[in-house]
């Protein structure tokens, strides 16, 4: 079966995170790139595709024409980790999956989710909140030093989800972490960003 796939998006996070999965996943795909700040996606062409009004969003395209759409970054994610078992961007078995998820939901919750939080406050002038926010995601991915410190990549000896939830949130934060105190991070940070698929998916959207 034979399935066209295009992802509509912009340049920010929650996009960047679900094009480094595809391509990770070597997922053939093309990019419809939604002007956000031309309001395109509040257009009622994109309404069409995804009713709430919000980027990314996945069109997955039958033989016959007919679409189903895929929302939700991390859905995304997790549809290009199941199509492409053989990358194992989710784990070779029940306990690596355990840890890719750990780590997933631990770049989730403790970092994307307050960022999300933080530029939601910021906008609505709650300028307080939105720096606790900061404060919390340089805390969480300080201490993130540590999952790298002995493995390769975050879930373990394998590149996975967790790695590419990881790598966006740190690329947008990275000018407030202080690295002198992040070897292990550091390192982590170029090995991921040499990769030839995450540098294809940090670009789709230029
Ligand atoms: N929970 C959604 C959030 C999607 C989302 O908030 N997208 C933002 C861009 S990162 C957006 O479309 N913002 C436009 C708006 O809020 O008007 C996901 O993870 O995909």
């Not at 509040?42 to 929302?71: C, H, M, R, W, Y």
């Not at 549809?79 to 989730?108: I, N, P, T």
Request: charged letters at 20%; a negative charge; hydrophobic letters at 45%.
């Amino acid at each position: 079966l034979d399935h066209q796939h295009i992802l509509y998006g912009a340049r920010t996070g929650n996009c960047l995170r679900a094009a480094v999965a595809l391509e990770e996943a070597g997922l053939p795909h093309t990019i419809r790139k939604i002007a956000l700040r031309r309001g395109e996606h509040k257009g009622a062409e994109f309404l069409a595709i995804n009713p709430l009004g919000l980027v990314p969003a996945l069109a997955v395209v039958d033989d016959s024409g007919g679409q189903t759409i895929i929302t939700e970054s991390n859905a995304i994610m997790f549809y290009a980790g199941e199509w492409a078992k053989d990358a194992h961007l989710l784990g070779v078995d029940l306990l690596s999956r355990a840890q890719v998820l750990e780590r997933f939901f631990y770049f989730l919750t403790e970092a994307i989710a307050p960022s999300m939080a933080g530029f939601k406050l910021g906008g609505a002038g709650i300028t307080d909140g939105a720096r606790y926010c900061d404060a919390k995601i340089a805390e969480s991915l300080t201490f993130a030093d540590n999952f790298v410190r002995s493995n390769l990549f975050m879930a373990g000896e394998r590149f996975s989800l967790a790695d590419i939830a990881a790598y966006t949130i740190i690329a947008a934060h990275q000018e407030k972490l202080d690295w002198s105190v992040l070897p292990s991070l550091d390192a982590w940070f170029h090995r991921v960003g040499e990769r030839p698929a995450v540098q294809r998916g940090m670009s789709a959207f230029n």
